[in-house]
């Protein structure tokens, strides 16, 4: 069974310009997760969704969105982008049937340059 | 919020060694996890502990979660240079998000 992939692996853009990252979950899994890591803050949470719905969101600017489609791949957005959106941007999946005891798959991440 | 506090931050040691990475709440937890993530590549879930002085072993690794359930550690017999990565603890109260430890970078040399 294929593993969790993000496109694309790497990126460069430049200040006030918009990104979308992709990432492809494992066949058969309906949730999806975004983190952010960076050397300073390490990994945070941005979101998760689920059956095309946002159903969690960590604490981040309105500039970070998302959105999930009906196979269940999912689209990362960070519109007008600063030096500090620099990071490695992950995904992970898993089934989403249960909220407990469910083991996250994550892909090996976006990384993003922001100049 | 519940923090989650790693050390060592750095740890460099020869092939053979033993070494402990600890992670630390600043609350209890009901269940942790412990992940590898190597260079290019998104973490790996290594083990989950969820009861008070659990232990747990995956080969040369030996996890431990505290009697309070505040803090676990893990424990590598022998290192070898593949041990080489991030270690992350992450609590997973809840699978909808994970909350990691800020890491501990592991270098082992050959």
């Known amino acids: 069974k294929a593993g969790v992939t993000q496109t694309p692996r790497y990126l460069i853009k430049t200040r006030g310009q918009q990104v979308t990252l992709s990432c492809s979950p494992i066949s058969g899994h309906r949730s999806v997760s975004w983190y952010q890591q960076t050397p300073g803050q390490g990994l945070q949470f941005l979101f998760e969704y689920f059956s095309e719905t946002q159903r969690n969101k960590g604490n981040f600017p309105g500039r970070f969105s998302g959105r999930q489609f009906s196979n269940s791949r999912s689209e990362m957005n960070v519109s007008t982008l600063e030096l500090g959106d620099s990071a490695l941007y992950l995904c992970?999946?898993?089934?989403?049937?249960?909220?407990?005891?469910?083991?996250?798959?994550f892909g090996p991440g976006t990384r993003l340059l922001v100049l | 919020t519940q923090l989650l506090e790693q050390s060592p931050q750095f740890l460099s040691i020869q092939e053979g060694e033993n070494l402990t990475v600890y992670c630390n709440s600043s609350s209890v937890f009901s269940s942790l996890q412990w992940y590898r993530q190597e260079p290019g590549e998104g973490p790996v879930l290594l083990v989950t502990v969820v009861t008070g002085g659990e232990v747990k072993k995956l080969k040369r690794l030996t996890f431990q979660f505290g009697d309070a359930r505040k803090d676990s550690s893990l424990h590598i017999t022998a290192a070898q240079p593949g041990d080489t990565g991030l270690y992350l603890c992450a609590l997973s109260g809840s699978a909808r998000q994970l909350t990691f430890g800020s890491g501990t970078q592991l270098t082992v040399l050959p």
């Open positions: 992970a999946s898993r089934p989403g049937l249960a909220e407990y005891q469910e083991t996250q798959y």
